[in-house]
């Protein structure tokens, strides 16, 4: 065009057979009938200086097209928190500690007012409310077929103190991973997590009632160590990170020990979470360029793979425990109920006889 820019054009054919543009800089020869002024390499020399060039070349792309995950705005989360409250609003109205109770806490609060202290120190409804509303009972659910239990159980609360202990853990941990992975992932995580949690409790407790949102919060926990495991390559100071975290699962799963609280559901809950971790969190290994982020007229010479073999690993060990883990517990309800029919028939036998 009669202008000198000082920037030449160079065409390629890579493996694939299309042309491909590369910024030169001054001084390189475009094409082989236009010869460098500078000494010539030998023919081994020459290959060995384009392949270190395009290296570099190669480490530059990557550097301009690498960005950070994608940040997702959070919002199931708050409505997990808000949907949690309004249970437990509902649950009080149900309760009517006025009608079925000679002396309330907070009377002011009319039908809202709590049970007296002795029955429920946590300041909330009484344990038939609960069980109305869909509190864990295993006879219910093994005998009464109410395996909707196994879930409505993780969005009911004991009290006052229980839900807000509950909805600040949630707050926390829960906001942070959504806006790492977005609301679908943890989404089925929280409730997934909740589940088994349910489940390891009904294998436990045969007796009593079990509430609560600790479950599927402990799986949220037990996720945060796996996508740690899994995605270890893009973390900085990984071991402290990696210590604090069972630090702090130790502590909470310590709280267990109290009375009144059911660890089963803990433990259950942070073993779903773990495992899923592994299936729902895992991430692209560090240095790995997608095609698509590749400007048009660049090769990356050396493409890493997505994940790492290992990341692979995990994944399919993980997904064939939670398989095994649930066929346990159809299997474990089935001998159960079985067994329970066989014994009422020899009752019913000898009583005949």
């Given at each position: 065009?009669?202008?000198?820019?000082?920037?030449?054009?160079?065409?390629?054919?890579?493996?694939?057979?299309?042309?491909?543009?590369?910024?030169?800089?001054?001084?390189?020869?475009t094409?082989?009938?236009?010869?460098?002024?500078?000494?010539?390499?030998?023919?081994?020399q020459?290959?060995?200086?384009?392949?270190?060039?395009?290296?570099?070349?190669?480490?530059?792309?990557?550097?301009?097209?690498?960005?950070?995950?994608?940040?997702?705005?959070?919002?199931?989360?708050?409505?997990?928190?808000?949907?949690?409250?309004?249970?437990?609003?509902?649950?009080?109205?149900?309760?009517?500690?006025?009608?079925?109770?000679?002396?309330?806490?907070?009377?002011?609060?009319?039908?809202?007012?709590?049970?007296?202290?002795?029955?429920?120190?946590?300041?909330?409804?009484?344990?038939?409310?609960?069980?109305?509303?869909?509190?864990?009972e295993?006879?219910?659910?093994?005998?009464?077929?109410?395996?909707?239990?196994?879930?409505?159980?993780?969005?009911?609360?004991?009290?006052?103190?229980?839900?807000?202990?509950?909805?600040?853990?949630?707050?926390?941990?829960?906001?942070?991973?959504?806006?790492?992975?977005?609301?679908?992932?943890?989404?089925?995580?929280?409730?997934?997590?909740?589940?088994?949690?349910?489940?390891?409790?009904?294998?436990?407790?045969?007796?009593?009632?079990?509430?609560?949102?600790s479950?599927?919060?402990?799986?949220?926990?037990g996720s945060?160590?796996?996508?740690?495991?899994?995605?270890?390559?893009i973390y900085?100071?990984?071991?402290?990170?990696?210590?604090?975290?069972?630090?702090?699962?130790?502590?909470?799963?310590?709280?267990?020990?109290?009375?009144?609280?059911?660890?089963?559901?803990?433990?259950g809950?942070?073993?779903?979470?773990?495992?899923?971790?592994?299936v729902?969190?895992?991430?692209?290994?560090?240095?790995?360029?997608?095609?698509?982020?590749?400007?048009?007229?660049?090769?990356?010479?050396?493409?890493?793979?997505?994940?790492?073999?290992?990341?692979?690993?995990?994944?399919?060990?993980?997904?064939?425990?939670?398989?095994?883990?649930?066929?346990?517990?159809y299997?474990?309800?089935?001998?159960?109920?079985?067994?329970?029919?066989?014994?009422?028939n020899?009752?019913?036998?000898?009583?005949?006889?």
């Amino acid at each position: 065009m009669g202008m000198d820019s000082g920037i030449q054009i160079k065409v390629t054919k890579p493996r694939k057979g299309d042309n491909v543009v590369h910024p030169v800089g001054p001084g390189h020869a475009t094409s082989s009938s236009q010869p460098s002024t500078s000494s010539p390499l030998p023919d081994g020399q020459r290959r060995q200086h384009q392949q270190s060039q395009m290296h570099g070349q190669g480490q530059q792309v990557q550097g301009l097209i690498e960005k950070p995950f994608k940040k997702w705005v959070p919002w199931m989360v708050p409505g997990f928190v808000l949907a949690n409250i309004v249970v437990f609003v509902i649950t009080m109205f149900i309760n009517d500690c006025p009608k079925n109770s000679v002396s309330c806490v907070a009377e002011f609060l009319g039908r809202f007012s709590f049970q007296p202290f002795k029955e429920n120190p946590l300041l909330g409804p009484s344990s038939s409310t609960l069980e109305k509303m869909g509190a864990l009972e295993v006879s219910k659910v093994v005998h009464g077929h109410q395996a909707w239990r196994l879930l409505a159980c993780i969005w009911l609360h004991a009290g006052v103190f229980h839900i807000l202990a509950n909805m600040l853990s949630l707050i926390f941990i829960g906001i942070r991973l959504e806006q790492e992975f977005g609301f679908v992932r943890i989404g089925l995580l929280y409730l997934i997590a909740g589940f088994g949690g349910s489940l390891l409790s009904s294998l436990f407790l045969q007796t009593g009632i079990s509430v609560g949102a600790s479950g599927a919060l402990f799986g949220l926990l037990g996720s945060m160590l796996s996508e740690l495991i899994t995605n270890w390559t893009i973390y900085v100071n990984k071991l402290a990170a990696l210590l604090t975290l069972i630090l702090i699962i130790v502590i909470n799963l310590a709280v267990g020990i109290l009375p009144h609280v059911d660890n089963f559901a803990h433990i259950g809950g942070f073993l779903s979470g773990f495992l899923l971790g592994f299936v729902f969190l895992i991430r692209p290994q560090f240095g790995y360029v997608s095609q698509k982020d590749v400007p048009p007229g660049y090769i990356v010479p050396s493409r890493k793979p997505k994940h790492k073999p290992y990341q692979y690993v995990l994944w399919v060990i993980s997904l064939i425990l939670l398989i095994v883990g649930l066929f346990s517990y159809y299997t474990h309800n089935t001998v159960f109920l079985r067994m329970n029919k066989w014994e009422n028939n020899i009752l019913l036998l000898m009583h005949n006889g």
